[in-house]
């Protein structure tokens, strides 16, 4: 599989997209889904009318929601849990606070895969020793790519928001984006954003977009990232194994 299309997967599995950095609890809150379709699961239906000379007919069965209703129900009672949850306050916070320091030092790093299968940036942004925010944009050769935010407190990522480069044609333009809440290096919430329209216009679709949340199984890898990200110069060669496609392997004939 060649890079364009290993990270055009992944995106799918992993990248939620807009172009640049929302903040955790933006007008699209990232623990608010759509409201799902048909009544109150739990709904008694009316009672039967009191019998006369002619029986009343049956009452009919109340329909119970249909196996997909259902997990969206639970998806939504887990998100609308993650709202009150402490820890995401927490995180929210300080992400606020490391956007509005304007005092941060930037520096850059470039690494390019070989035979042009691509390349990255990492932008770090500190002060003094301590590196609070890393912007990594993951260039894959052709179009495919996306662009990594880390947020980061006492060492460890507590924030990260993935976006994909916008890819459909400028009739439809698909945007993707996820973000990952992590709490002592373990995810405790993970959430997607999806937009989908005119190039001048989804941008702005995807901002009005409910955030739907969704399983952690990529949260493990975007840690990984994060924490090499943070080490600078000295995590550049095993990001690199990590952003490159393997070489070919030579067989012995």
Do not use: W
Not at 5 to 28: H, N
Not at 158 to 164: E, G, M, R, S
Not at 232 to 243: D, H, I, P, S, V
């Amino acid at each position: 599989m060649n890079r364009s299309a290993m990270v055009f997967a992944g995106v799918l599995l992993a990248a939620g997209c807009g172009r640049g950095a929302m903040a955790p609890g933006s007008s699209s809150s990232s623990s608010r889904t759509a409201a799902v379709s048909g009544g109150d699961p739990g709904a008694r239906p009316p009672a039967a009318a009191t019998p006369t000379a002619t029986p009343a007919p049956a009452q009919p069965a109340p329909r119970t929601a249909a196996p997909d209703a259902a997990a969206d129900a639970e998806r939504q009672r887990d998100a609308r849990e993650a709202t009150n949850d402490p820890r995401i306050e927490e995180i929210r916070k300080k992400y606020a606070e490391i956007q509005a320091d304007k005092g941060l030092e930037t520096s850059e790093l470039r690494m390019a895969c070989a035979a042009g299968e691509g390349s990255a940036e990492v932008r770090l942004h500190r002060k003094g020793d301590t590196v609070y925010r890393v912007v990594l944009k993951d260039n894959a050769a052709g179009d495919a790519g996306s662009t990594y935010h880390f947020y980061y407190d006492d060492g460890l990522p507590i924030f990260a928001l993935n976006d994909a480069y916008p890819f459909g044609d400028p009739a439809a333009t698909r945007l993707l984006q996820r973000r990952y809440y992590y709490h002592q290096g373990s995810p405790i919430l993970c959430t997607r954003k999806r937009a989908e329209g005119p190039a001048d216009e989804v941008e702005s679709l995807l901002r009005q977009a409910p955030s739907e949340p969704v399983d952690c199984s990529f949260a493990p890898k975007v840690q990984r990232l994060a924490s090499l990200a943070l080490r600078g110069a000295e995590g550049m060669a095993e990001l690199k194994k990590l952003l490159c496609p393997e070489p070919p392997r030579q067989t012995d004939r």
